[in-house]
């Protein structure tokens, strides 16, 4: 593969992992933003869940970006990183908390 196309998935692979790691903290951050009063556990399951997406979908493609390996397998793990946060995760983000 040529160098200049090994840098634009290398480059894709980084900005998918971004997303990816915005994600994973909009579904940190909808566990946990539960009233005291109304947490009865199941948000340490969204922890638990966003978690092992995080190590499974999100660290990978970043490690293979990382040492420049599989270029196209990473990008393509990347993609189904944001994929899946795009269906799981994007409902449940708390956009309210952000902005006024």
């Not at 940190?28 to 009063?37: C, D, I």
């Not at 390996?69 to 952000?98: E, K, N, Y």
Request: proline residues 9%.
């Amino acid at each position: 593969m040529p160098p200049h196309s090994r840098r634009i998935l290398r480059f894709a692979t980084f900005a998918m992992v971004a997303v990816g790691v915005l994600f994973w903290l909009a579904a940190m951050t909808a566990s946990l933003s539960a009233p005291s009063g109304r947490r009865d556990g199941f948000g340490s399951v969204g922890i638990i869940f966003a978690s092992i997406y995080a190590l499974v979908f999100v660290l990978p493609p970043l490690v293979l970006a990382l040492l420049d390996r599989w270029p196209t397998g990473s990008f393509l793990l990347s993609l189904t990183a944001v994929a899946i946060g795009f269906h799981a995760v994007f409902p449940w983000a708390p956009v309210g908390l952000i902005g006024p």
